[in-house]
């Protein structure tokens, strides 16, 4: 591959790179991610600096050796040992959006063919026909990223003197699901820095940005990128007759008076200034009945996508918890007020009945169980190790949970509030003196981009998305991580992260991206003269100034 790069100008490697990388499958989940790994090992491995230093390349097992991540040291000209990553990832979402396309998802020519005549999407024919953009599932997120990263790499072997350090690149999988590739890095980077000395500046991750609105074309950069929770809410209630159903409580109506609160509510976004910030949205809602009876549900479950940003994962907690609340007594509210409603109407004598709903976490429920002299943990540790493998790790979760209802002497109507796979911190700069240090210096250098480049490049806090950056660091303390562990069945299992790890690597994530439209959608395109002109420059520029800190 080296011979077949060398004669070419930087634009053109990063096009016959990228075009390469969106020829080959890497569905999340597919053999595909292991091809092509094993691929940007070969194409690494052919580059004379690491022919020359083969031990520089090196693959990192996941999953019992069903998938791997790919890792390149280059050592600057010195002896130095501040480093500077460089990280994408492999995988991709499928091609299911692509209907009867599918068949040429991965031959940008011919997409750019199809959408040049496409009446269908105004925007994407333009842009096919002037024949700057690159179609092709994966072309955006991020083969084109990957392929920047080789690209600059390539450079930087042959001029190590700009160097006062090291690059270390880490290709890894599993992006887009459970993120297995960067926690599994984890440990390496740990290993790294231990083994070699190295001290880590930044990870400069180059994940795709698009224009924020018709018109925009500001390039942003972001110094961190925004965390994602899963609350998770088992709820519940008293099962009744369809004949006697006021004596009952729902859970449904609990459910739905919770997603109503909830579910696209704003006010519950952080306000951040000049930061993209999105609310919650729900993403499942189901109840537990498998088929017709006259019996009313006994239980539903429903979880949650929460971005967060500045606020943690109790202050999470202690919210929805708040709300959960006032759910259940505006629900046990209106039922009391409808039976006395039926009573009278039908001249019935008065009844005493509860409605009362109670709303704890899992931490809460845990220590309830222990107090009433159960062993919750021995439960549940018994459970997971049965628990069928292909179930959802999200409905593995519910079912820790729901079990516990076995040790409950009360066996009372109750939501149950929780957290589930997968959790991303949020990782931005910091008010510390380094942090403050390094963003000076990256405004400094996006400053003399601008003036060279004639583009802008605002910087932000916080990648709206979700993305690898957010495992490279976590700002909470240790009664913060002891919360999230307590909170989250089954996590050492369903979803191993070492967050005091996390918290001693604190590695600042930015996020230069590529540029274009359409990620995760069938018209899915990379804008080529920023992306594979301007952009590598950029990120050598960032480099550059990072390593001279």
Known sequence: MYNQLASLKMEQQVEFLTKRLI????????????????????????????????????????????????????????????????????????????????GIAHDPDKLMEFFQSYEGDEEARNDALRGDWMFGRGSL???????????????????REKLEGNILILFNVDEENQHVGIRGALNELVRLQQDRGLTYKAAINNDFISPLY?????????????????????????????????????????????????????????????????????LFMKENKQSYDVQTPVSIRMYFNYFIYKKTPSDVLASLKKIAQAACTKIENELAANYL???????????????????????????YLTASGKEPEKLLNSLLARLPEDLDDRLKAFELVEALQQLDPEKKPRVIIFFATPFLPSNTLQEDDKSVYLKEALQEVLQEAEEEYKEAFPLRGYFPYLCDGSFLAFHGDQAEIEAVEANFPGMNALFPLDLEKMSSLNIPALNIGVYGKGGHKWTERVYKPYTFQTLPLLIRKVTERLLSL
């Open 341 to 367: 409603a039926f009573r009278k109407a039908n001249m019935l004598p008065e009844r005493s009945i509860n409605w009362k709903t109670d709303v704890m976490t899992m931490q809460e429920y845990m220590d």
């Open 23 to 102: 020829q080959m499958e890497s569905y999340n989940g597919t053999a595909g991610e292991l091809d092509k790994a094993n691929y940007l090992l070969e194409i690494i491995g052919s580059f004379p600096y690491f022919q020359a230093h083969p031990d520089h390349v090196w693959k990192q097992t996941l999953d019992g050796d069903k998938r791997i991540n790919v890792w390149a040291f280059l050592q600057g000209n010195t002896n130095k040992k501040e480093t500077v990553i460089y990280h994408a990832h492999v995988d991709t979402v499928g091609i299911e959006d692509y209907g009867n396309l599918k």
């Open 214 to 282: 018709n018109g925009d074309e500001a390039k942003y950069v972001y110094c961190g990128g925004a965390g994602k929770l899963l609350p998770c809410f088992s709820i519940i209630g008293r099962e009744a007759h369809v004949g006697e159903s006021l004596l009952g409580i729902d859970p449904t109506l609990i459910a739905s008076e919770i997603n109503r609160s909830i579910n696209q509510n704003f006010s519950l976004a952080e306000k951040l200034d000049n930061e993209l910030v999105l609310p919650p949205s729900c």
């Open 141 to 159: 997120d991020m083969q084109s990223g990957i392929s920047i990263h080789l690209v600059n790499l390539l450079y930087y072997m042959h001029h």
